[in-house]
């Protein structure tokens, strides 16, 4: 048999027993208190009543939930007497251990996407700075970044993320960039993809990676920069990066013109072999006696040429008479 109660959270004391015997993995906790303070409490505690105190006050014993109980404590340390949902059993101790069992078999690990969400809510709606809720979590600064970066991701997007349709890896490089291009992408590819680096490559044909920018990125608005928090790149949209670029080249190239330089080109890569032989010769300017030494090695050069010639009308001519 039992009962709901919101028993305050001061009165609740963790109990001894405890079925998980393996610890939970990294971040557990954080993931946890991410999900209570994004969704509330889904599952209420599993406690039984204690002894009354010296106050007259009943204490209550949880016999199953003893995570969210932790997670409650650290969202709630400066508020001890939160009320908090509760089922009061009337069960001997070994049926609380078989509740207790039974609750950790069935539990599921919180969904990546769950967490972002979460930790996008606490600094966008309680206007909380990524530093305060990397420290509120204890987690690093940059997980809250990628997380708040993947709650970013279009609704269509997210909605195939949970449903297992992509994967974690290739929900990362959709968030990489704003949700008006991965809805051009999702819409281009009806939802198919063959794994992330397919979504990667069919961004890559709107978006440069900013290594290759010859700009300062800051001179370009926020909506043409993307910053993708997972692999570390920096993307810029393709019409503004040319742009861009083309006006970086063009000011390098008058600085190059002002320091005297008698010509600069500007050309795709591809065309600098036939460019190169477009241009004019650089005129000559050497000293007197440097001029008289090429003179001379053109005369010599003009003797050879005629040599060669007389050489090549004899030998013609010995090939008609034989």
Known sequence: MSTFQMIPLSSLSAGRQNP???????GAHQRLCASIRSRGLLQPLIVVADSEGE??????????GKRRLNALRTIYRNQPDTPVACNVQDVDEQEAAAMALAENVHRENMHPLDEAEAFARIAHVE???????????GVPAR?????????GLAEIIKAAYRDGHIDTEMAEVFASVPPSTQMEVWNDNGGNFRNANHVRNLIASDWIEAKHARFDLTALPDSKVSRDLFSERVLVERQAFFEAQAEALTAERDALLEEGWAEVLIVVQQDVPDAIYQMDNAPADFDEATT??????????????EQIEAIGDDHRQWLRSV
């Open 127 to 137: 206007a909380k700075g990524v530093g305060a809720v990397a420290a509120e979590f």
């Open 55 to 64: 106050s007259g006050d009943t204490t209550y014993t949880v016999k199953a």
């Open 292 to 305: 008289a030494t090429l003179e001379a090695l053109n005369t010599e050069r003009s003797k050879l040429d």
């Open 143 to 151: 997980y809250v970044r990628q997380r708040i970066q993947l709650a």
């Open 20 to 26: 998980r015997k393996v610890q939970p993995q990294a």
